[in-house]
């Protein structure tokens, strides 16, 4: 190998220098094979022989920091690249994450040595193949599944897409993190909808903005009561004005069908995204349901914001798709059928393509009630 002794001159050295010689070697031999930028085959083939015998014979701080060096070596075979992977120490799992590229041989190998923190930052690496995917999934750990719901290189499909959200309902950090990926369709996390922070509920509402729903076996029932709307929103702000939430639990039980549970999860959301889902159910307006919103939602903050997103909703997704959500969390539907054809989402966002922002409304139902909102907070203030 260029700028190196035979291989038998470094052999006998090792033999006879002792550590402090084998230290030296080291560390001078994985310099000069990673300053090479295209090393022929004799010398990958010469230098990875003698890496071999010196790696084990050197004191463990010099082969990390040999370790070290080699990682930055423009081309690396299996056995050196496990080589760097078993003397990084410490630095193993950084290196993992920043590594260029890592072989699918040298992954399973690492994968099989069982190391939680290394298996986790493999997971969080884009260029993770089929094969390795498939290794990684059936390994049963919250920092493995958090890590691959945070990678946004894999597109969770199929029995991948399965384990995702079996995950997401044991693990609230795996739901959140799903929840605001812009590749990852929100719907399919309705029914762990009362486990997701306000963000993450929003972002689960906007899913369902302009999309083509299937039949809720709760939509006749709701047709028939919506004619009741107007004493129903007016029962719920006098209601949510008196703090009476026991009472509105009550009141959403028999109505929604839902259990009492679930009904106290509503009536105490002070985020008020759970509360809309019931309101656009009943076919509310933005103007009417807001109305009920701002008494139901915190007013521990500015809520304005909050409060026009909602009124944008009301105009955006239908009443069948909230319909469709209350029907999920009754049980009777399963909102994986979602993931079919006919109900995807009518526009994916792309990470590739900026989205067009759209352009400002005037004269809409939702500016009205925006409008009418502003009023309603001044006399709450002065009152």
């Given at each position: 190998?260029?700028g190196?002794?035979?291989?038998?001159?470094?052999q006998?050295?090792?033999?006879?220098?002792?550590v402090?010689?084998?230290?030296?070697?080291?560390?001078?031999?994985?310099?000069?094979?990673?300053?090479?930028?295209?090393?022929?085959?004799?010398?990958?083939?010469?230098f990875?022989?003698?890496?071999?015998?010196?790696?084990?014979?050197?004191?463990?701080?010099?082969?990390?920091?040999?370790?070290?060096?080699?990682?930055?070596?423009?081309?690396?075979?299996?056995?050196?690249e496990m080589?760097?992977f078993?003397?990084?120490?410490?630095g193993?799992?950084?290196?993992?994450?920043?590594?260029?590229?890592?072989?699918?041989?040298v992954?399973?190998?690492?994968?099989?040595?069982?190391?939680l923190?290394?298996?986790?930052?493999?997971?969080?690496?884009?260029?993770?193949?089929?094969?390795?995917?498939?290794?990684?999934f059936p390994?049963?750990?919250?920092?493995?599944?958090?890590?691959?719901?945070?990678?946004e290189?894999?597109?969770?499909?199929?029995?991948?897409?399965?384990?995702?959200?079996?995950s997401?309902?044991?693990?609230?950090?795996?739901?959140?993190?799903?929840?605001?990926?812009?590749?990852?369709?929100?719907?399919?996390?309705?029914?762990?909808?009362?486990?997701?922070?306000?963000?993450?509920?929003?972002?689960?509402l906007?899913?369902?903005?302009?999309?083509?729903?299937?039949?809720?076996?709760?939509?006749?029932?709701?047709?028939?009561?919506?004619v009741?709307?107007d004493?129903?929103?007016?029962?719920?702000?006098?209601?949510?004005?008196?703090?009476?939430?026991?009472?509105?639990?009550?009141?959403?039980?028999?109505?929604?069908?839902?259990?009492?549970v679930?009904?106290?999860?509503i009536?105490?959301?002070?985020?008020?995204?759970?509360?809309?889902?019931?309101?656009?159910?009943?076919?509310?307006?933005?103007?009417?349901?807001?109305k009920?919103?701002?008494?139901?939602?915190?007013h521990?903050?500015?809520?304005?914001?909050?409060?026009?997103?909602?009124?944008?909703?009301?105009?955006?997704?239908?009443?069948?798709?909230?319909?469709?959500?209350?029907?999920?969390?009754?049980?009777?539907?399963?909102?994986?059928?979602?993931?079919?054809?006919?109900?995807?989402?009518?526009?994916?966002?792309?990470?590739?393509?900026?989205?067009?922002?759209?352009?400002?409304?005037?004269?809409?139902?939702?500016?009205q009630?925006?409008?009418?909102?502003?009023?309603?907070q001044?006399?709450r203030?002065?009152?």
């Amino acid at each position: 190998m260029i700028g190196f002794q035979p291989y038998e001159t470094f052999q006998l050295l090792i033999e006879t220098g002792g550590v402090e010689r084998a230290n030296t070697l080291l560390i001078a031999a994985c310099d000069a094979y990673a300053r090479r930028p295209r090393p022929l085959a004799a010398e990958t083939e010469q230098f990875e022989a003698l890496a071999v015998r010196l790696f084990p014979t050197a004191a463990p701080t010099v082969r990390t920091r040999a370790a070290a060096i080699l990682s930055s070596a423009s081309q690396l075979t299996p056995s050196l690249e496990m080589l760097v992977f078993e003397n990084l120490g410490t630095g193993l799992v950084e290196h993992i994450a920043t590594a260029p590229a890592i072989s699918d041989d040298v992954m399973m190998r690492l994968i099989d040595k069982g190391d939680l923190d290394i298996i986790a930052a493999i997971a969080g690496r884009y260029d993770i193949s089929n094969t390795v995917l498939a290794r990684l999934f059936p390994i049963n750990s919250r920092k493995i599944y958090r890590a691959l719901a945070a990678n946004e290189g894999i597109a969770p499909r199929g029995a991948y897409l399965s384990a995702l959200l079996r995950s997401a309902q044991m693990d609230h950090k795996v739901a959140a993190t799903l929840s605001r990926r812009t590749d990852f369709d929100a719907a399919l996390l309705t029914t762990i909808f009362f486990d997701l922070p306000e963000r993450g509920r929003l972002n689960v509402l906007q899913a369902f903005v302009h999309r083509n729903m299937p039949q809720a076996p709760m939509m006749r029932t709701f047709e028939h009561i919506s004619v009741a709307t107007d004493e129903f929103t007016a029962a719920l702000m006098r209601l949510f004005s008196d703090n009476r939430r026991p009472a509105i639990t009550r009141l959403l039980t028999q109505i929604t069908g839902l259990d009492e549970v679930r009904c106290g999860e509503i009536a105490h959301d002070t985020s008020g995204a759970a509360l809309f889902v019931v309101l656009r159910a009943f076919g509310c307006t933005a103007y009417d349901g807001l109305k009920v919103l701002i008494h139901a939602t915190s007013h521990d903050e500015d809520r304005s914001k909050t409060l026009a997103v909602f009124a944008r909703l009301f105009e955006s997704v239908s009443t069948p798709a909230m319909v469709y959500m209350l029907s999920a969390w009754r049980g009777d539907v399963n909102p994986m059928e979602l993931t079919r054809p006919e109900f995807a989402p009518l526009a994916q966002p792309s990470r590739r393509t900026p989205e067009r922002q759209p352009l400002p409304r005037t004269g809409s139902l939702s500016d009205q009630a925006i409008e009418a909102l502003g009023k309603l907070q001044s006399v709450r203030r002065t009152g």
